[in-house]
């Protein structure tokens, strides 16, 4: 590297406004001590990738960036797919090996923890259990991680109208299956054709996704108390960051379930936080781990809702990270909406491999490297980076040794994550699943109040009809005339009895409302 290279790097990445250090320029293979790589607090809000192949750094990096984060005031939600993000919670420790690499860079170093919070979907992990009712989820990401076509996917989002239009809160897939069993039933068809539709067998393929949705433990946090996303907006006593860890490594049967709640809750935050323009620190730093779980076999309907959030929510101060392998597991519309990219080593082994790796290069600025040859030699924690400058231009391309974290690198033990849970008021707030009325126990108590006021109706024409049957049955305490009635009670369907009853009726002339739904179709918070 020429000392006017270098130059053009220390200018390029002199900022008059707080940063966020990222390490050092690479002279060659020397790390340079007095070029140091850093990206602007205020420019997070412009979204970011976190790229390159199984191994080289990735998860050090976000810990890099999500532990100085915190300290500057700023909370951070990040996804911990493998379980090693876990030792942001906890102080770092020094070893022979950490001091070659501090010596090297000249960081200074100081073993510190971060406020964190353990968080996990339903149960299925050490952390407080996050929950989101379906009604509350929408069809657009249900039908995603159902993998439904347009075509069905069409048709859930027309059953989820007929829900809200009822009144009929959908808390649990069971809730789902209850409207679903009906507005295919005789008693509901004329329902459905009032709200559009839909064949039978489309219908049943929704329920069979369902099904083995629940079979593979994907319906673990459908339910209540439902995750208010404001939680993730907290600082601690001394004003840092909390830094909410969502523990997934155990939900590896149903990939796009985690990746598909993690928009969720983006789409929760864009739907409840105010505009606030160009601040000073973002509001929250979501970092997107996996992300091209999110993409894969996607809806054109999911991915225009993709788009339009990343693309809005920076005016709302969340600045979002997306982390994977390679920029094409990001769509364009997405990728060019993403101001920073800090690219680690790409592997180039396989026809697949050598054209991904054209295509990454494809996306940096043009700079003096051959970035094909030194994205294929950059050692393990070394990566390419390009942030967005406080001018809205990118910055010079940077080979960079990357900076070494503070925190435990690897994860926290199973017992102190415990320990972390159990104290946290969080566990407290949503630790314990409740069960809350829902359409299922609507529809069954008005089957109830349906069939006795049907059953009083019956019994005053009848006495009308049949005064001497009336009081022979009223001197028998039962008659023919009622063991029939009983038998139809066991032969009618609930939902015909429920559908058909005065006070269901009512319920519905009471209890319609129209649920205001946003970008994903999800429903906004009544807070």
Do not use: C
């Amino acid at each position: 590297m020429t000392n006017e290279t270098l130059q053009k790097l220390k200018s390029g990445y002199t900022f008059d406004a707080q940063t966020l250090h990222l390490g050092v320029a690479l002279n060659e293979d020397v790390p340079d001590k007095d070029t140091p790589i850093s990206i602007p607090l205020s420019m997070l809000n412009r979204h970011g990738l976190v790229a390159g192949a199984t191994g080289t750094g990735k998860t050090v990096t976000l810990q890099v960036l999500a532990e100085q984060l915190s300290r500057a005031g700023v909370p951070v939600f990040a996804s911990d797919i493998k379980g090693d993000l876990s030792g942001i919670g906890a102080a770092g420790k020094a070893s022979d090996k950490l001091s070659t690499r501090l010596e090297a860079s000249g960081q200074e170093w100081k073993s510190s923890a971060n406020p964190t919070e353990f968080y996990t979907l339903g149960d299925s992990g050490l952390g407080t259990p996050l929950r989101a009712t379906v009604t509350s989820f929408g069809p657009i990401l249900l039908s995603k991680v159902l993998e439904l076509n347009d075509t069905q996917e069409s048709v859930l989002s027309l059953v989820f109208h007929y829900a809200d239009t009822a009144g009929l809160a959908l808390l649990d897939l069971s809730d789902l299956r209850a409207v679903l069993n009906f507005l295919t039933s005789d008693e509901g068809k004329a329902d459905l054709v009032d709200i559009g539709g839909a064949s039978k067998a489309t219908v049943g393929v929704i329920l069979r996704k369902i099904s083995e949705l629940s079979a593979q433990g994907g319906d673990v946090f459908f339910g209540e108390p439902e995750f208010d996303t404001a939680d993730l907006l907290r600082l601690d006593d001394n004003g840092a960051g909390i830094v909410s860890v969502l523990e997934l490594q155990k939900l590896n049967q149903s990939p796009a379930l985690f990746s598909t709640f993690l928009m969720w809750l983006l789409a929760d935050l864009f739907q409840d936080l105010p505009e606030v323009g160009d601040a000073d620190k973002p509001s929250l730093v979501f970092f997107f781990d996996e992300a091209h779980l999110l993409f894969a076999d996607a809806s054109k309907a999911f991915l225009q809702s993709v788009t339009q959030t990343v693309r809005l929510i920076r005016s709302k101060g969340v600045g979002v990270f997306f982390v994977t392998q390679t920029p094409k597991d990001v769509p364009d519309d997405v990728l060019a909406q993403l101001g920073s990219r800090i690219q680690h080593q790409l592997r180039a082994h396989t026809p697949n491999d050598a054209k991904a790796l054209k295509s990454t290069v494809q996306t940096f600025p043009k700079s003096d490297y051959d970035l094909e040859e030194l994205l294929t030699s950059l050692g393990i924690g070394e990566a390419i980076v390009t942030v967005m400058d406080p001018e809205g231009a990118p910055t010079p391309v940077a080979p960079t040794r990357m900076r070494a974290p503070e925190s435990q690198m690897g994860p926290m033990s199973e017992d102190d994550i415990k320990a972390a849970v159990a104290a946290s008021p969080q566990q407290e707030k949503y630790g314990t699943a409740i069960d809350n009325e829902s359409a299922r126990e609507i529809l069954t108590k008005r089957l109830e109040a349906g069939s006795e006021a049907h059953d009083e109706e019956q019994a005053a024409k009848d006495k009308i009809a049949f005064p001497e049957d009336s009081a022979q049955d009223s001197r028998s305490g039962s008659g023919s005339r009622s063991s029939t009635g009983a038998k139809q009670k066991e032969d009618d369907s609930m939902f015909s009895k429920v559908v058909q009853s005065s006070a269901f009726k009512q319920f519905t002339r009471t209890a319609v409302r129209e649920i205001t739904r946003g970008i994903f179709g999800t429903s906004r918070r009544r807070r």
